[in-house]
């Protein structure tokens, strides 16, 4: 009978997937089951309802502009249940694409603003650069997160939100501010590609713990042999941008 079990909901895993994004859900999956914990992850679509009580983790990432099109009216809808589900404790974390929809809004560079869900008090308008090569940043607790960015958004924090690092390789959020992603409660957001968790397993084991804690008063996580892990984190670290 296994321990706990870990809810994952893909949001629009075969609209927003580039560079790999889906490798967070295999290591969320992966680092759960090597401890014993039960996971079920659903891929949701468009038109998909979701039970804002069932998920304890919510994955969306990144797009080019036309997925984003395609994608932002379903998830106005789910506004509300998102809402719900993160006052709840629920963790989502959203990469670039799917990161710049949780803001208010996204204007490309062609075409109508893309209307955001506003779990985060961000705004994203493209740049006339695209911001593409590694990236290094320096979480709040002094650990570092390592990734790979490809965007021409440019996303700007409003007053206090904090980010999820500081830029010390790359662009991060915009290229001017040395802000990347943001770390409101349970809720993440990142340019980071890579994809993120596999080289990232602190951050990996963060988001399941905080994942858990939804629905199981105790939980600790066992630790893992993160040899390969941390070797690619440590080479991700040279990598010049
Ligand atoms: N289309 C968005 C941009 O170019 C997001 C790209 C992405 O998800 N990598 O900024």
Redesign the pocket.
């Known amino acids: 009978m296994p321990l706990m079990q870990l809810r994952i909901a893909h949001l629009y895993a075969h609209f927003l997937n ?2 790999g994004d889906r490798g967070n859900i295999i290591a969320l999956s992966q680092r759960a089951s090597w401890r014993g914990i039960e996971v079920k992850v659903d891929a949701i679509d468009l038109n998909q309802k979701t039970d804002p009580d069932y998920y304890d983790l919510y994955f969306v990432g ?4 036309k997925q ?1 099109i395609v994608i932002a009216e379903d998830l106005l809808k789910r506004a509300d249940d998102l809402k719900s589900a993160t006052d709840n404790g629920a963790v989502i974390l959203s990469v ?2 799917g990161y ?1 929809l949780l803001g208010h809004y996204y204007k ?1 560079h062609e075409g109508p603003e893309l209307k955001g869900i506003s779990l985060i008090d961000a705004y994203t308008v ?1 740049g006339n650069r695209r911001m593409i090569g590694n990236v290094t940043i320096k979480a709040a607790d002094g650990s570092t997160l390592v990734g790979f960015e ?4 440019k996303t700007y924090l409003g007053k206090g939100v904090p980010p999820l690092g500081t830029v010390v390789v790359g662009n991060g959020n915009n290229g001017e501010d040395k802000s990347e992603g943001a770390a409101v409660g349970t809720i993440y957001g990142t340019y980071l ?1 890579g994809s993120l968790l596999p080289k990232n397993p602190l951050f990996a084991d963060r988001l399941l713990t905080q994942a858990l804690k939804r629905r199981y008063a105790d939980v600790t996580l066992t630790a893992l042999d993160d040899t390969l892990e941390n070797q690619a984190h440590k080479r991700a670290l040279i990598l010049p941008a």
């Open positions: 580039i560079y990144g797009g080019q502009d984003q670039c694409g710049q490309p493209a490809n965007h021409s958004g590609h």
